[in-house]
């Protein structure tokens, strides 16, 4: 079992609509939690880090962290063309462990 | 703040050629920096840790005298393609950690290494 699981997608929705991108992970001892924004041929971006159960906002996106259920997922509220990217979830322990990323693609 | 700069973004060049990649962290001290490799439509693989002032650490199937590591101060590190051949294209990327280098910071990243060996 990998210790992160994230579908890959494609996602592909309309501009305005609210996503739901989500991760789970297997390692009891994760006790920081990131979500990271690509575009193409561009670094990861830190778009979000928490460290608690529960949720955390920062304008548009909001990130739910949920550690008895080992799920995480950031929202992202009213889409927007330039949110269409590859959004990978992060999380550490000990060592530091990648999700493979969502491809999100929103519609004009 | 936590700006990563990675230089060159974008370099070709003749088979048998190598080439430095440098990885700067512009405002803040990076005790530990990272090295990926990513393939289209593929996620992050990790190649090497890199730890100022001691010798990176490779992941398994790294060749390390083919990728030279080298992290001489807390704001630099650089990664060498030796003899670069067209099976090492690809886009490669390095993050810094924040602070102490605990695992528990988020990385920052460069915008990448776009790398075609002809």
């Known amino acids: 079992q990998k210790e992160v699981e994230q579908d890959p997608g494609p996602l592909s929705v309309p501009e305005g609509a609210i996503v739901s991108l989500n991760c789970t992970y297997s390692?009891?001892?994760?006790?920081?939690f990131m979500w990271y924004r690509q575009y193409s041929r561009k670094g990861p971006e830190l778009l979000m880090y928490?460290?608690?159960?529960g949720n955390k906002e920062d304008g548009r996106f909001t990130a739910q962290v949920d550690k008895s259920s080992k799920y995480i997922s950031l929202f992202i509220r009213d889409s927007q063309p330039s949110d269409s990217a590859t959004y990978l979830c992060?999380?550490?322990?000990?060592?530091?462990?990648f999700g493979t990323g969502t491809s999100l693609t929103v519609i004009p | 703040g936590a700006v990563v700069s990675q230089h060159p973004s974008w370099v070709i060049c003749k088979s048998g050629t190598s080439v430095k990649i440098e990885c700067r962290s512009l405002?803040?001290?990076?005790?530990?920096m990272f090295w990926y490799r990513q393939f289209p439509k593929q996620s992050l693989m990790l190649m090497a840790t890199?730890?100022?002032?001691?010798?990176?650490?490779?992941e398994q199937g790294v060749e390390k005298d083919k990728f030279l590591i080298n992290h001489a101060s807390l704001t630099l590190s650089t990664l060498t393609v030796t003899s670069a051949h067209p099976e090492d294209s690809s886009f490669y990327i390095c993050?810094?950690?924040?602070?102490?280098?605990?695992?528990?910071?988020?990385?920052?990243f460069g915008d990448g290494t776009r790398l075609s060996i002809l």
């Open positions: 405002d803040f001290q990076a005790t530990t």
């Open positions: 390692n009891s001892a994760f006790q920081y």
């Open positions: 993050s810094a950690r924040d602070g102490t280098g605990t695992s528990n910071q988020p990385q920052h």
């Open positions: 890199s730890n100022e002032g001691s010798k990176a650490t490779y």
């Open positions: 992060a999380m550490s322990g000990n060592q530091f462990y």
């Open positions: 928490t460290y608690s159960s």
